[in-house]
T-cell receptor, first 116, second 113 residues
Framework: DAGVIQSPRHEVTEMGQEVTLRCKPISGHDYLFWYRQTMMRGLELLIYFNNNVPIDDSGMPEDRFSAKMPNASFSTLKIQPSEPRDSAVYFC??????????????FGPGTRLTVL | GENVEQHPSTLSVQEGDSAVIKCTYSDSASNYFPWYKQELGKRPQLIIDIRSNVGEKKDQRIAVTLNKTAKHFSLHITETQPEDSAVYFCAARGGSTLGRLYFGRGTQLTVWP
């Protein structure tokens, strides 16, 4: 298994531009999480999906952020318009189904976003 | 929702010494407590986890203890090695959060040779 796949790995853009981050979860996993990591705020949960349905988006900072999961194998996180304070590493993670073991969240390699 | 506090934020030890990282949680219904290790520039990876029906779990040099009454859990690393240097995150899964984990702020562990 290739694990969670994220693209791009690095993104440099200018303020005001639209940014789209992509994630492919591990096959068979029905939970998908988007996190943002910064030195100041640590690892923050932005939104998570179960069976392609958004369950909790209370961590999305503002209306500039949106996330979709059109099918079980693909999700996007979009920032429009981007701002310098959005600069961070964005991780996608997925988890197998069920409340029993295993509960491990598997993280992707992350996308390092820099907004100039 | 759940609130996880983690201490200390930084920890420096000499190679061969033990390291202990402590976390507290607020939701008494939380039932799953994983620990993740994140090396510089890498993704967080699970190193050990414990369920609420177990008090202690060991895996070679690492162990986790859970005190449900006090609502705290700890990571213990013995015989530390330089390759243990990383950021360690504790997390808790609440009783009704459908798979969501609440993470602590992380502990930067540095092991000096």
């Amino acid at each position: 298994d290739a694990g969670v796949i994220q693209s791009p790995r690095h993104e440099v853009t200018e303020m005001g531009q639209e940014v789209t981050l992509r994630c492919k979860p591990i096959s068979g996993h029905d939970y998908l999480f988007w996190y943002r990591q910064t030195m100041m705020r640590g690892l923050e949960l932005l939104i998570y999906f179960n069976n392609n349905v958004p369950i909790d988006d209370s961590g999305m900072p503002e209306d500039r952020f949106s996330a979709k999961m059109p099918n079980a194998s693909f999700s996007t996180l979009k920032i429009q318009p981007s701002e310098p304070r959005d600069s961070a590493v964005y991780f996608c993670a997925s988890r197998p189904p069920g409340q029993g073991a295993p509960n491990e969240q598997f993280f992707g390699p992350g996308t390092r976003l820099t907004v100039l | 929702g759940e609130n996880v506090e983690q201490h200390p934020s930084t920890l420096s030890v000499q190679e061969g010494d033990s390291a202990v990282i402590k976390c507290t949680y607020s939701d008494s219904a939380s039932n799953y407590f994983p620990w993740y290790k994140q090396e510089l520039g890498k993704r967080p990876q699970l190193i050990i986890d414990i369920r609420s029906n177990v008090g202690e779990k060991k895996d070679q040099r690492i162990a986790v203890t859970l005190n449900k009454t006090a609502k705290h859990f700890s990571l213990h690393i013995t015989e530390t090695q330089p390759e243990d240097s990383a950021v360690y995150f504790c997390a808790a899964r609440g009783g009704s959060t459908l798979g969501r984990l609440y993470f602590g702020r992380g502990t930067q562990l540095t092991v000096w040779p």
